[in-house]
Nanobody, 117 residues
Framework: QVQFVESGGGLVQSGGSLRLSCTAPGSIIRLVVMDWYRQAPGKERELVARITVGGQTAYADSVKGRFTISRDSAQNRVYLQMHSLNAEDTAVYYC???????????WGQGTQVTVSS
């Protein structure tokens, strides 16, 4: 079992920014495709960002241009930089490997992001 730990969430006003961080034991993060997901109350979990081992990125249309996913291989961390936050971004944010996420394995506790108007 891989234990992912998300941090950096909080309460921010519309238009604000947050930087989420994800860590895991060992060096797995730098060796696999990493995803950020989010889940709002009453909604299904959705993929918001993905980064490959080679550094290629992909984003959901709803966050493209506002969110940036990145990886620090030396620290075995993956980040989600979020700008221009709005109420629709309110959700619990999770990180996971693509392999495990698609199989519903090893979800952590997530970090809550709440955007107030």
């Amino acid at each position: 079992q891989v234990q992912f730990v998300e941090s950096g969430g909080g309460l921010v006003q519309s238009g604000g920014s947050l930087r989420l961080s994800c860590t895991a034991p060992g060096s797995i993060i730098r060796l696999v495709v990493m995803d950020w997901y989010r889940q709002a109350p009453g909604k299904e979990r959705e993929l918001v960002a993905r980064i490959t081992v080679g550094g290629q990125t992909a984003y959901a249309d709803s966050v493209k241009g506002r969110f940036t996913i990145s990886r620090d291989s030396a620290q075995n961390r993956v980040y989600l930089q979020m700008h221009s936050l709005n109420a629709e971004d309110t959700a619990v944010y999770y990180c996971n490997t693509e392999f495990r996420a698609v199989r519903n394995l090893d979800w952590g506790q997530g970090t809550q992001v709440t955007v107030s108007s």
